[in-house]
Structure formats: structure tokens, C-alpha cells
Nanobody, 117 residues
């Protein structure tokens, strides 16, 4: 499974960006798709995840500002980020989890999001 993300960039505080991630390869069902981020000097953290059944989870810090959505037929997941803040600056990673007795985790290469104040 390969993941390819796009949509990062530089935006002013209060602005919006949309990240997209597409999965390709030998895929039957991706159980969970999600976005994580890692700021300089910090650990990678969950931003938002969505299951194949549509259950969504957000980090408290992005609740109400970010919206995650997925297209099961196309194996894509998007992250609409509104009201961006400087503290949202990070490298954003797409993650796919496939459960087949064991859980298999795949990461995309990351895309930079920079929010200027």
C-alpha cells in the first residue's frame, strides 16, 4: 500500500488549507484512515481519524476547525483545515491501518503546513 499526500503549503493565521491523501496498491478495505502531525521538537500526534464505517475522532485542539472525510471507493481521505493557527504548523502525515488478523500500518511521506502569524 502506498500513500500520497498533497495540499500542504503556507497560509496566514485564520486561513484555510485542504489536505488530500490517496492510497494505492493491493487494498481490500482500509479500516482506518487518518491524519497525524509532527511539529519541530515534538512527538507525532493524532489530528483526526475516520473508520471505514464513518466513525470520526478529532484531537481536542482541532475540534470544530478541521473536518476529515473519506471516499471508500477511491481510498482517499481529505482534511479540511479552517481557522488555522500558528500552532498548527507541522508536517502532516496520512496513515492507513488495515486489519487482517494483525494490524498493518502504512504512512505517507508527509506534507508541510506552515501557518504564519
Amino acid at each position: 500500500v502506498q500513500l500520497q499526500a498533497s495540499g500542504g503549503g503556507l497560509v496566514q493565521a485564520g486561513g484555510s488549507l485542504r489536505l488530500s491523501c490517496a492510497a494505492s496498491g493491493s487494498i481490500f478495505t482500509i479500516n482506518v484512515l487518518g491524519w497525524y502531525r509532527q511539529a519541530p521538537g515534538k512527538q507525532r500526534e493524532l489530528v483526526a481519524t475516520v473508520t471505514s464505517g464513518g466513525t470520526i475522532k478529532y484531537a481536542d485542539s482541532v475540534e470544530g476547525r478541521f473536518t476529515i472525510s473519506r471516499d471508500n471507493a477511491r481510498n482517499t481521505v481529505d482534511l479540511q483545515m479552517n481557522s488555522l493557527r500558528p500552532e498548527d504548523t507541522a508536517v502532516y502525515y496520512c496513515k492507513a491501518t488495515i486489519v487482517r488478523i494483525s494490524a498493518y500500518v502504512y504512512w505517507g511521506p508527509g506534507t508541510q503546513v506552515t501557518v504564519s502569524s
